[in-house]
């Protein structure tokens, strides 16, 4: 993942944020959505965008682009800086492996202790029936 490229690649859309504010919220733009188009990426490696492309998925456009919005902060300088932080920190999630399973077998002592309580519950269960039968 090559990060400065990949910052050359975004897009950004100040849009006029929602809530309340006042007069000052109805002249200014300090919501910012960041656009990112993923299958046209240089910055990620092919197998980093197919595992973006499945992992994300929910969260793509048609077009396979990753939309990301901040209306935290009333500047919009701030908003830029937190919707970028977040949007590398979603990729860098993502972008991991995942660690390989490794298969486990019970303990021995686990085995006898799960045969013990069945064995209990069944008795449980004998002591249970009518006497007279």
Same mark, same amino acid.
């Not at 950004?12 to 309340?20: I, W």
């Not at 991991?96 to 019970?106: A, M, V």
């Given at each position: 993942?090559?990060? %400065? ?8 859309? =100040?849009?006029?944020?929602? +809530?309340? +504010? +006042?007069?000052?919220?109805? &002249? ?5 959505? *960041?656009?990112f ?5 240089? +910055? ?8 973006? $492309?499945? &992992? $994300? =998925? ?7 682009? *990753? ?41 021995? =002592? =686990? ?10 519950? %069944? ?7 009518d006497?007279?039968?």
């Open positions: 993942m090559d990060e %400065a490229q990949i910052t050359r690649e975004l897009s950004f859309k =100040a849009v006029r944020s929602s +809530g309340a +504010g +006042g007069q000052h919220v109805n &002249k200014t733009s300090s919501k910012v959505e *960041l656009y188009d993923v299958e046209a990426s240089e +910055g990620l490696s092919e197998e980093e965008k197919s595992r973006i $492309l499945k &992992k $994300l =998925a929910s969260r793509l456009t048609k077009d396979h682009f *990753l939309i990301l919005q901040s209306e935290e902060s009333r500047s919009q300088h701030k908003n830029k800086a937190l919707v970028i932080a977040k949007f590398f920190e979603l990729l860098r999630e993502n972008i991991k492996k995942p660690k390989p399973r490794k298969k486990t077998k019970p303990s021995k =002592a =686990a085995k006898l202790k799960r045969l013990k309580t069945k064995k209990i519950n %069944a008795e449980k269960k004998v002591r249970r029936n006497p007279l039968k």
